[in-house]
């Protein structure tokens, strides 16, 4: 059983949480100048703005980098696989993969996310796209 | 006015301390004091990182420090290891104050590791590591290395070749936990995976007890001093927006340091030095690949030619620039940095274990933080 620390949220990142629990990825968007932005934050650092949207990513990105989370010392846990995934719209988050073994992982592959139940915690995943 | 560090003192490095991380820090101050030719009573300003856990009130209270009249916090981990003698000397060079304590101590081994899996996010700045297996600095900075790995098309081995040459040094090192075992590149490459496919065991800094602890003055005081006095001819920081709580995710490009490279630029400006004038450097390196990024974000080498540049032996003994002659974190202990402070003033003064030979100008750097120390 992979160990998952759930997050714990606060007012500005409430709301990607939120989104999660409804199977929706969003992004935060300025309402000023409509700049996205991930990690979410109170203030665009654009133009300033305190106010803000969301919009729902279409959850298509590719592989910015990726790593195999496996702690040595806990050979019980399942490895996962870590990704950055450069998302479609322009910003970058932190995620896992799933689907395909590690060694076949490489920088610049085409995912999608979706949403899995990940040690008792739900959360945002990819899966590479398939071949059309 | 410049300011100078007068004294430095540290614990043994170890894995077990048996002891306080208040006992460790009054330690390492108390030595460091002496060092300086000073008393507690001489104390009135101190730094810190901001992750210790040991209250200033605590520290002076111990060690009879009557008043402080400066006090200040590094930003981050090892990132601020240099800054704090940019706060000291700041402070000292204002009027602030007139002697600064720095001090850094935990029981990073025997108690709280900070290579262990973090079981929950301290704030909501963690969300975006904790909750997906990014639960260790190793896993969160390897996502960079991945990057800077695929970009150059090294592979673990290449990475190996920076801590054979820290082991070989601190394998001459007596301070060194790592004294008189040195490794080579089979012994890396049989160490056990702690980050696939970037990181092995030998990859990782140490996790270490102990305590270090630094004095800087005025350089008027200079020549009062017991010890030869060390010039902090330049301090810096660097922290670029796009940063982010741990590492720097939300950069364009990862496979580049732009934190060391704008610090460089400062670093160079202030002090007027080159990279080549400088006789030795010591890099922080909490992983092995940091060091390839760092020599490449301070002119050493161009981007990518870090292993190269390592495999012809330019950072090792009597190479063109010696780099962590005491072994570095990975070879002589893990005080967050500040052993590697402590070096480099032993190699201004002429008293390192692997002293080279005439050295006078040093660069230190702790990823987001530096400094060049001379002689004054």
């Known amino acids: ?54 919009v729902e990513s279409r959850g298509r990105g590719t592989v910015y980098s990726w790593v195999l989370s496996h702690h040595p010392t806990e050979p019980d846990a399942e490895p996962r696989i870590v990704v950055l995934v450069d998302l479609e719209e322009g910003v970058r988050l932190v995620a896992n993969l799933q ?34 | 006015m410049d300011a100078v560090i007068a004294g430095i003192g540290h614990t043994e490095y170890s894995k077990n301390s048996g002891r306080s991380t208040l006992q460790l820090a009054v330690e390492a101050s108390r030595a460091a004091i002496a060092d300086a030719g000073l008393t507690p009573a001489d104390i009135d300003g101190s730094v810190t990182f901001q992750l210790d856990k040991n209250d200033e009130l605590a520290v002076m209270t ?16 090892g990132g601020g290891a240099c800054a704090t003698v940019q706060h000291a000397a700041a402070a000292v060079v204002s009027g602030q104050a007139r002697a600064v304590l720095i001090w850094r101590a935990f029981n990073e081994r025997s108690r709280h590791r900070f290579g262990q899996p973090n079981p ?52 001459t090192n007596p301070h060194a936990w790592f004294y008189k075992r040195p490794i080579t590149i089979e012994d890396h490459q049989a160490s056990r995976w702690i980050v696939e496919p970037l990181l092995r065991l030998l990859d990782c800094c140490q996790e270490s007890d102990g305590g270090v602890a630094l004095v800087v003055v005025g350089a008027d005081r200079a020549a009062d001093l017991p010890n030869p006095a060390v010039r ?20 364009p490009d990862l496979s580049t340091f732009v934190e060391g490279q704008t610090l460089a630029d400062d670093l160079w400006a202030q002090t007027g030095y080159r990279p080549w004038d400088m ?98």
């Open chain 1, 99 to 132: 689907g395909l073994p590690w060694a076949d992982v490489t920088n610049g592959m085409a995912v999608e996310a979706f949403f899995a139940d990940v040690g008792g915690v739900l959360l945002p995943q990819f899966r590479p796209v398939g071949p059309a």
């Open chain 2, 120 to 171: 929950r996010p301290p704030d909501p700045a963690w969300d975006f590591y904790l909750p997906f297996g990014l639960d260790t600095p190793a896993k969160i900075y390897g996502l960079q290395f991945q990057r800077y790995m695929h970009r150059y098309g090294l592979t673990n081995a290449d990475f190996g070749l920076y801590t054979v040459v820290a082991r070989q040094y601190a394998a």
């Open chain 2, 232 to 251: 902090i001819a330049g301090a810096g920081a660097s922290h670029l927006q796009g940063g982010d709580e741990m590492f720097n995710f939300y950069h």
């Open chain 2, 279 to 376: 006789d030795v450097a010591l890099i922080y390196e909490n992983f092995s690949p940091i060091v390839f990024m760092q020599l490449e974000a301070f002119g050493y080498c161009g981007p990518g030619e870090a292993r190269d540049f390592i495999a012809s032996g330019a950072i090792g003994p009597g190479g063109r620039i010696p780099v962590n002659t005491n072994g570095g974190l990975l070879g002589e202990g893990y005080i967050h940095g500040m052993n590697n402070i402590v070096e480099a003033v032993r190699q201004v003064r002429g008293t390192a274990p692997n002293q080279v030979a005439g050295a006078e100008r040093v660069l230190v750097t702790s990823g987001r933080s530096g400094l060049v120390l001379d002689k004054p």
């Open chain 1, 1 to 54: 059983m992979v160990r998952v620390a759930p997050p714990v949220t606060d007012d500005d990142n409430r709301f990607f949480w939120d989104g999660v629990r409804e199977g929706r990825l969003r992004i935060q968007r300025c309402a000023s100048c409509a700049t996205l932005r991930h990690p979410p934050g109170p203030m665009c650092p654009r133009c300033h703005s305190l106010e803000w949207d969301t």
């Open chain 2, 62 to 77: 111990n060690l009879g420090i009557p008043q402080l009249r400066f006090s200040s916090r590094t930003r981050g981990g």
